[in-house]
């Protein structure tokens, strides 16, 4: 379309100011609306790569996106990247280069938040991944530690709000530490159950009937000093037949029969299908140098359009493709995940969000206000004697 690329980036990088803006926004203000509500999130992280850009090298960057996404309505709650692209990247490499940040101990470190050294093990996204990776050669890339810590924290406005957290993990040693750790008063409170999940490995065999479910989850009840070990899940429902389940609060029948991760693997595979960026590689036929087909070159547009699609998911997207595949959801009116979740009354589409003003709201909100007062003023009323005059 002859379009320079100078241009289409700035878009990008408008698209994503408005997005987030408008996320913020629509949040903060019906945050309040959540209350009373039980959540089910789905947790997990989708690793994918990005390209190498010098001719010979062949070393990609590796990226983990850790997301949470409510499995009842599609709505995501927050999405991480482990890569900062707001920092001044040059002034943090040349201070680690001086103080020898990578020569010390992680908690020694100045900017231990950061992967610096190319030769850190955190660098591969994938477990004994035989591709070569490195740091980008712009921005950073931050340590999966405080991706997971920060991750947990914003979660936490939405979790502080609800009445009940159902939280589903997928099985990961980060997981487990973290979230008896950040969500420690809300456990106490019994206000959160969380449960990391795996593929079936056949741990158990034993068969019980749906009837005897509320006793087998009393005797599974996690016990302090004790580690938990894992239970195969003996719901009815084939979807989750093949699932293991470690407990890291006690459980009910309530988070029992919603165990699943449903959620975050169908928003993970909404966002390979439409950003080509994040897709699975795709090698070339040579053997010397793995190449990505659709693999960016600048990971920071791969991180503001996963930030696009968020919120797009949320507030823009709505379910009327599932609602005509089924005859008797024909005639629903279709809804966004945001409206599923109660969090906003109407559909919008994406003109809303590209002509989003917080400063024009303000205006329009004042000038309500204005004419509201105006409104509301009767007029005095007078009452004049006046006495008539008789003509003779």
């Not at 927050?78 to 001086?98: G, M, Q, V």
């Not at 997207?317 to 966004?336: A, C, G, I, R, Y």
């Not at 309500?368 to 008789?390: A, D, L, T, W």
């Amino acid at each position: 379309m002859e379009i320079a690329p100078k241009t289409i980036y700035g878009r990008i990088a408008f698209f994503h100011q408005q997005c987030l803006q408008f996320e913020e926004y629509h949040t903060q203000k019906n945050l309040h609306k959540l209350k009373g509500k039980t959540l089910n999130v789905s947790m997990d992280k989708m690793k994918f790569y990005t390209n190498w850009r010098k001719g010979g090298e062949s070393k990609r960057i590796g990226l983990s996106n850790l997301c949470s996404v409510e499995n009842d309505t599609r709505f995501v709650l927050s999405s991480t990247l482990n890569l900062d692209h707001t920092s001044d990247d040059k002034f943090i490499k040349r201070e680690a280069r001086k103080y020898k940040d990578s020569e010390k101990d992680n908690y020694k470190r100045r900017y231990a938040q950061y992967v610096i050294s190319n030769n850190d093990s955190s660098l591969k996204p994938v477990e004994n991944d035989e591709l070569a990776t490195k740091t980008p050669e712009r921005y950073l890339l931050v340590h999966q530690t405080y991706v997971l810590l920060t991750h947990l924290e914003k979660l936490k406005r939405f979790y502080n709000t609800v009445d009940h957290v159902n939280l589903f993990a997928d099985n990961d040693s980060g997981f487990e530490g973290a979230i008896p750790a950040i969500y420690h008063d809300l456990i106490k409170q019994e206000r959160l159950t969380a449960i990391l999940l795996r593929k079936s490995k056949g741990v158990s065999d034993e068969k019980i009937k749906c009837a005897d479910i509320e006793q087998f989850l009393v005797n599974l009840a996690p016990k302090e000093n004790v580690k938990s070990q894992w239970y195969r899940h003996h719901d009815i429902m084939p979807a989750t037949q093949d699932v293991d389940f470690k407990l890291l609060t006690p459980i009910d029948t309530t988070a029992y029969y919603n165990v699943s991760l449903h959620g975050v693997d169908n928003y993970f595979q909404m966002s390979r299908r439409r950003i080509n960026m994040v897709e699975r590689p795709l090698p070339t036929a040579t053997s010397s140098k793995k190449w990505n087909g659709y693999g960016a070159y600048n990971p920071k547009y791969v991180a503001m359009l996963l930030d696009i699609f968020r919120v797009y998911n949320n507030f823009v997207l709505t379910n009327e493709k599932s609602l005509t595949k089924n005859k008797f959801k024909k005639n629903q009116v279709p809804k966004t995940p945001a409206q599923h979740m109660g969090l906003v009354d109407n559909t919008f589409n994406v003109q809303d969000i590209l002509e989003f003003s917080v400063e024009r709201l303000t205006i329009v909100r004042k000038i309500k206000e204005k004419s509201s007062i105006k409104s509301s003023i009767k007029p005095e009323v007078f009452e004049v004697n006046i006495e008539p005059e008789y003509i003779s």
